[in-house]
Structure formats: structure tokens, C-alpha cells
């Protein structure tokens, strides 16, 4: 039996254990109160006190929080987190010297904790220290691999005035994690510096592809492209004076390198149509307008680029990109044979895991999963994979752990189209943590939280992420999740809109009894296969409003989009009854209001389709060949979307000749 003094310590001891289960889930406002309860019985007891400073410091009083976390080091002089937490309200209260004393006393009990020597050194740079900042960085760095260590000492080397020494330290930081917003745009920065415009706009796309809030790349990218894109309208304005005669070849691919890193791939399209046979140039400047082919025209001039692509391997036949350039092209035709093949001649060279990855995306298309998913990590070696990878000071989760006492973060690492595509698995994680987090787009974030209630803690990519003990990409769900990808557990649909937000859009669009129809002509252009992100949307508008005079109903045309040629903006200017609504929405939201309000949705694999789909809204997706692996073959409904069906564009033919379907579809959807 225990005697008094110990049940009453026992009874402190399962409050404070009570109040740490509350604090680490957010419930910060109840671990507060069970340690003002155990201090009242125990002035001094150090972890009532440094719990509680926390609990203070996390809801904003700071100086209540510097005075109970200096009472918790008072408690226990020897207590180093004591010691770091104290010196964190510190430097929220902008008392830089007493945060350093209070790092350094931390470091100095525990050399180990690498934070104290990160914290050092990030106050020591505030104060233009930086010698010394960098030698607490490099200690910090010593303890463990810390990222932000790392970036803290290379941008006290760009304080100092060692540029080249900052590119290569941001260079050593992006070895480890490819994706980092602040060594991207740092770099960026130190490179701009140095006049290398077009080297800094690539890490401000990587950048910004991590973190779009991301203030320096925002503002930075803002000013390189406007340099970069004077640049090409001058060329293309002398180009159209002199013709090819008066330029210089190291000049133009220069400047088709420029257009391609801006995504101007038409203006790269009718250069190359310009230049005479037989003086398209030398070997690099062909690869480059070929790479433009590629990521515009598509299929539809892949005849064209498989003959540029042989006549550049017959050139160079070691050259280790030309089998991956060649079965992107087969792919894009539907071609999966001549692909595969293709990309088995690149197993073995430089390209071996590109090549891998994408084997294993044609074997997922055929619904062949045995073998494909060993290489599905591989995807991080593509780069038109469009993942980009994140690295945290956390271990990575292998889906073979139990962690059900830890924090689990997910994050998006692809398109929002895959965000919603995938996104609406993680809720399957139920058990596997104690909790889990979801990291995606802004836009979605709101969706997300509607989506899944209090299943899954849903974050907005770009602000300041909660603490956690593992992290894993969405995709890495997939081999856990959906094995077989012919049959894809069962996924929530009801996805919904804001309810404040749909009576605002209510308003706008007016009547409420005729047939609304949300269309998506055009979305997320692929790298490599322009005709899978656009479909004419006059032709769609056409079978449409017949579709709608068929079922004797008035019909109502939204265009979820604002992007249009030229040439069909003339072609819609007087279409009938059809709403366009431009720059007015705003977000995802704003879509999703506007879905909200509509009977069915028909469009290409996009993200408003998709949004569409995941809201259980009969939903037609229209696929050219090369469509993602997650449509399969040949199928014509998708257990992804219980409510959306499929309709393919086979081949060479035209969309003209495939939309009369459409109909038909419909009728079988729309009530």
C-alpha cells in the first residue's frame, strides 16, 4: 500500500504525464491548467514549470512564459532544454544578448543538443556576428546533418562577402535536400549577384515549387523574369528583322534555353519552323527545340520529333537522354510497346533510374503492380515527374513501422490534381499514428479540413509546420495503400465547397432552373504531352449545347478556366450561354463553389475535374493517349471517382470525332 507521500506523488506524476498527452495534441489551454494545479501543490517542481512556460509561450504571453521558464532553470540549473526554451521567449521578446547566454549555457550542458548551437547561431547573425555565428552553425551541423544549420552558415558567407564560398555551401545544402525554399532562393540571390540570371531562375522556380508564400523568391522571381523575358522579346524582334542571317548561334541558344526554362515553348516552335532545312543549327541547339516539340505539340508533330530524335542519336548514339526523350514520345502517342522498349535501351546508362521509374509507370497503367512499385522511388530522379522532394530533421516513415505514439507528417509533393487524386487516402493511416498531418496547396487546405473532420490535422504548405516524429510524400502512400491499382480502396467523395462562399456565387450566376454544365477545356499543362491538358473548347461547347437541346432543357455553360487561344476566344465571343468568369475566382475555393452549382462537369485531367470528381458531381474526364497511369488502359470507369466516367481520344484521331460520345455519356450520368 502506498503510504500518503508517495500516492500523492504518483497523483502529480500522472497530471504532469496527462498535461504532456494535451500539450503535444494542441489542447494547450487544458496541459496549462493541470500544471497550475500540481505548482500550486509544488512551487518548485521543474516540470510543471517548464510545461507550463511552454504552454505560456505557445499561446503568446510571453512574459508570463520568460518568468516560468526562468523559475524552471532556477528549479534545475542543469536542465539544457530548460535553459533553449528560456532563451526562445527571449528571442521573441527581442532580447537578443540574454537569448545567446541562455543558447550558449545549453549548448554548454549538452554539446549534443544541436538546436542550442542552431539558436546560437541564428542570434549571433542577427547581430552581425557572423564569424561567430558561423563557428555555432557548424557545431550545430556536427551533431546531427541540420539543414538550417547549413543555410544560416552560407548566408553568413554571403554577410561576409564570400560569394563563391555561399554558392557552393548552398550547392552542399541542395545535395541534401533538393527542394529547400530558403537555399533555392538564397542561392538565387547570390547568383544574381553574379549576373548568372537564368541559373538564378531555376533554383527561384525550385523555390517557389516547395513554398509559393516564399517573400525573397517571390520578389526575386518577379524581377528575373522580368529581365529574362525583355531579353527574348528582343531577340524575337531582331529575329523578325534580319531573319536567321544576322543572328549568332551561341545568341539563339542562349535565348531557346531562356525561353524554355520561361515555358515559352510556342515562340521556341515557330523559330525552329523558321529556320530552312538543312541550318536548324549545331547538335545542342536541335536538342533544345526538339525538348520544345516535345513539351508542346505533343503528339500531334510526334512523327516530326521522332525523326529529329534519331537523327540526334544517329549523331551522338552514347548519348544517355535520346532513349528517354524517344519513349516520352511513344508515350504520348499511346505507344506503350515502342516506350517500353525505348526506355529499356537507357537501363544501365546515366539514366538508369529514370528509366526505371518509367517502366514502372507503364507497368501501373497495365494494371501490373508486381514489380513496378520496388522502382516508384525513383520518381524524385525525373524531372518530369513534377515531384519535388522535402527533407526535415526527422527520420523519414517506412510504411513497415508502427508509430503509434508519433506524429505523422504527409506531405504533397506533386500538381494539386494528384494532391486531390491521392490526398483522400491518408485518412486509411487511421492507426498507424497517433496522429496524422496533411501538408498540401492553400487552396485545398480548407477542402481538406471539411473532408476529413478530426481524422487528419490538415496544414497550409508555406506556413510554419507543428512539431512531428516521421514524415512521408503522398505518393509513398501508394504500394501501402492501393497495392493493385485496378482495384483502389474505397475513397471519400463528398468533398464540399464553403458554405459561406456558395450563396456569394449563387448570386452571381442568377437562375437556378436551367441545366448548368461546368467545362475544363484546358488545365495543368504535362511536360510532356500538351494534348492531354487541352481539348478544343469550341468543339466541346458544340456537342454541349446539343446535349442540353436534347434533354428540351435550358442550358447553362460554365468555363472553369480563363485560358483560351486566341483564336477560340473569337470562336466563344457570342456562344450562347456561356459563362466565363476570368480573374473573379480566385482559388480553389472559388471552383468549388462554383461546382457546386453545376449538374455535371466534363473536362480534361485537371485540377477543377478532379475537384469536381472528389465532390461525388458526375463528372466526364477526357483523356488523349498518355494519360496518367492511374486511368489505366482502356477503362471507362475509375474506382478513384465512383461518379466520374472516362472518355478516351484514341490515336491520331481527332477530338471532333470522339465528343459526339459525350452525349451518350451524359444522358447515362445526368439525371
Known sequence: ?????????????????????????????????????????????????????????????????????????????????????????LVQLGRAPQALAAFLRAAELDPTLGTAHHNAGAVL????????????????????????????????????GHGDAAIAAYRRVLELDPGNADANSNLAAALLARGDLLAAWSHLERALATNPQHAGANRNHVQVWETLTTRVDSFLSLHAQTGNGGLDEANVTDTVRTMLALRRIDDIVALFDSVPAGQSGSWELRMLCVTALIRGPGADRAEETLAQLETLRRESPDNADLPIYIGSVWESLGDDANAASSYRSALGSSQDRIAQFRLARLALKEGKAADAWSAWRFRWDDPDSGATRRFFPVPEWDAREVISDQTLLVYCESGIADAILFGRLVPLLKGKARKIMLETDPGLAGIFSRLFGDEVAVLAKGKALPTFDRHCALSDLLPLLCPDPTAVPALPANASADSARVPIWRDRVARSSVLRVGLVSAGELPRTNRAQARVPASELVTQLQRFGASRNRELEL??????????ERETLANARNLRTFGRSIENLEDFAALIALCDCIVGVD????????????????????????????AASKTSWYPSASLLRKVGTHAWSQVLPELQHLLHALVP
Open 1 to 89: 500500500m502506498n503510504t500518503p507521500s508517495n500516492a500523492q506523488e504518483s497523483e502529480v506524476e500522472s497530471a504532469l504525464d496527462t498535461a504532456v498527452i494535451h500539450f503535444e495534441a494542441g489542447r494547450i489551454a487544458e496541459a496549462e491548467e493541470l500544471c497550475a494545479v500540481v505548482i500550486q501543490r509544488e512551487p518548485e517542481n521543474f516540470k510543471a514549470l517548464h510545461l507550463r512556460g511552454n504552454c505560456e509561450r505557445q499561446r503568446g504571453d510571453l512574459g508570463k512564459a520568460e518568468r516560468t521558464l526562468l523559475g524552471a532553470t532556477a528549479s534545475r540549473p542543469d536542465s539544457a532544454l530548460a535553459h533553449l526554451d528560456y532563451g526562445r521567449v
Open 125 to 160: 547573425e542577427s547581430m552581425g556576428r557572423f564569424a561567430e555565428a558561423i563557428t555555432q552553425f557548424e557545431k550545430s551541423d556536427a551533431t546531427r546533418r541540420n539543414i538550417s544549420s547549413l543555410v544560416g552558415g552560407a548566408n553568413c558567407l554571403v554577410a561576409l
Open 558 to 567: 460554365f468555363l472553369l478556366h480563363d485560358e483560351l487561344p486566341a483564336s
Open 606 to 633: 485537371a485540377p477543377a475535374t478532379h475537384l469536381a470528381a472528389a465532390m461525388g458531381k458526375p463528372t466526364v474526364f477526357l483523356l488523349a493517349d498518355g494519360a496518367s497511369w492511374q486511368w489505366l488502359q
